[in-house]
């Protein structure tokens, strides 16, 4: 089984569309994050929730709205989407915050913004 | 997070050693050093952390200099398989401290 898994792995869309990016882990972890990766390869933290609270939110728009309905879940709402949105998003999960926990991440959601 | 620098690019031959230098001049003594690669159209993948001493496990071994201002990651003998780019990461291990991740540095493997 994978560990963190994300779907769907490419989305391709028009601009303006909402659209929606599941992720689900089965570690049993406490922390989730969203990173967002661009054409030049910057992978950027977006969010991250520990027990389904928002823990960091770095300066994403508000058309990005995270959601937790468990701590094994975190999903990625976009509203609006913008020709800049079009990147490659992961979700990666960790035990908890907090001392030299590892990251797991996802393989990926390919975001095309047409 | 102190800040990391890494050649952008690298080349090693199958088989050899592979030795990715990291820099962290401005490290501070309670931020852990990590490695993370990432294969290509794959997330990013754990490979090893320490802190003071030299680490090793079943994928590399990280050798952290004595002043901690820099290290270097060892892939013993690498492989295709170890063609990705690897970041090097400093992070203080501490609530709500994330991990940053930079430009990495590509190692290609040649056959």
């Not at chain 1, 969203?34 to 929730?49: N, R, T």
């Not at chain 1, 989407?81 to 991440?105: I, M, N, Q, R």
């Not at chain 2, 088989?15 to 003594?29: E, V």
Request: hydrophobic fraction near 30%.
């Amino acid at each position: 089984d994978t560990a963190v898994s994300q779907t769907p792995k490419y989305l391709v869309t028009q601009m303006g569309n909402d659209k929606s990016i599941k992720c689900e882990q089965n570690l049993g972890h406490d922390t989730m994050y969203w990173y967002k990766q661009d054409s030049k390869k910057f992978l950027k933290i977006m969010f991250s929730y520990n027990n389904k609270e928002l823990i960091i939110n770095e300066t994403v728009p508000n058309r990005f709205s995270p959601k937790s309905p468990d701590k094994a879940h975190l999903n990625l709402h976009i509203n609006s989407l913008e020709l800049g949105d079009s990147a490659v998003y992961f979700c990666a999960s960790s035990p908890s915050t907090t001392g030299y926990e590892k990251l797991f991440f996802g393989s990926g959601t390919q975001l095309s913004v047409l | 997070d102190a800040k990391t620098t890494q050649p952008t690019s690298m080349d090693c031959a199958e088989g050899r050693a592979a030795n990715l230098p990291c820099n962290h001049s401005t490290i501070s003594g309670n931020e852990y050093v990590y490695w993370y690669r990432q294969i290509h159209s794959q997330g990013p993948q754990y490979i090893i952390h320490g802190l003071k001493n030299n680490e090793t496990n079943e994928m590399a071994s990280l050798i952290i200099t004595e002043d901690r201002k820099s290290s270097t990651l060892i892939l013993p003998h690498a492989t295709l398989r170890d063609t990705a780019v690897y970041y090097c990461i400093v992070r203080v291990a501490d609530t709500g401290n994330q991990f940053y991740f930079g430009t990495g540095t590509s190692l290609t493997v040649i056959p």
